[in-house]
T-cell receptor
């Protein structure tokens, strides 16, 4: 299996622009997680999907952030409009079930200038 | 709210040395604890997972221990090698309905010098 796939790997954008991050989970996994990693706050869970349904979005920082999972093999995290403080590494992870081991993608490094 | 602390934040050792990384957590109601490795520009790779009922887990040169009652875990690396250089993260998973929610420490940056 190719593992969790994320794109793009790097994204540089200007403040105010829309940013879309993409994730393809491991085939057969029904749980998907989006995390954000910063030096100040470490790794934080943004949102958790189970069977394509958002279960916990309490970690989404504000309304500028939205996430979708239209099918079992694809998810997006969108930031609109982006701000410099959104600069971070965004990870997607998937697992066979909510309490099973999570497998992480390589991350997307986002820089907002 | 669960808080996970890792000490030290950074560690530099000569090759061949045995070392210990520390992780502490504030809420002992955990389902399991996991140690990850993160290389620069890469995702997280799971190293060891200890269930709440276990005391330790071993994999090769790595040994992780768990003392749930005191809220502590250690990762022991024997005979360190330059290839062990990475950031090591611990994460705890709560017991109960929110057991999908990993809480991570900020990591220990390990450098093993040849």
């Amino acid at each position: 299996d190719a593992g969790v796939i994320q794109s793009p790997r790097h994204e540089v954008t200007e403040m105010g622009q829309e940013v879309t991050l993409r994730c393809k989970p491991i085939s057969g996994h029904n749980s998907l997680f989006w995390y954000r990693q910063t030096m100040m706050r470490g790794l934080e869970l943004l949102i958790y999907f189970n069977n394509n349904v958002p279960i916990d979005d309490s970690g989404m920082p504000e309304d500028r952030f939205s996430a979708k999972m239209p099918n079992a093999s694809f998810s997006t995290l969108k930031i609109q409009p982006s701000e410099p403080r959104d600069s971070a590494v965004y990870f997607c992870a998937s697992s066979q079930g909510k309490s099973y081991e999570q497998y992480f993608g390589p991350g997307t490094r986002l820089t907002v200038t | 709210k669960q808080e996970v602390t890792q000490i030290p934040a950074a560690l530099s050792v000569p090759e061949g040395e045995n070392l210990v990384l520390n992780c502490s957590f504030t809420d002992s109601a955990i389902y399991n604890l996991q140690w990850f490795r993160q290389d620069p520009g890469k995702g997280l790779t799971s190293l060891l997972l200890i269930q709440s009922s276990q005391r330790e887990q071993t994999s090769g040169r790595l040994n992780a221990s768990l003392d749930k009652s005191s809220g502590r875990s250690t990762l022991y690396i024997a005979a360190s090698q330059p290839g062990d250089s990475a950031t090591y993260l611990c994460a705890v998973r709560p017991s109960g309905g929110s057991n999908y929610k990993l809480t991570f420490g900020k990591g220990t940056l390990l450098t093993v010098n040849p």
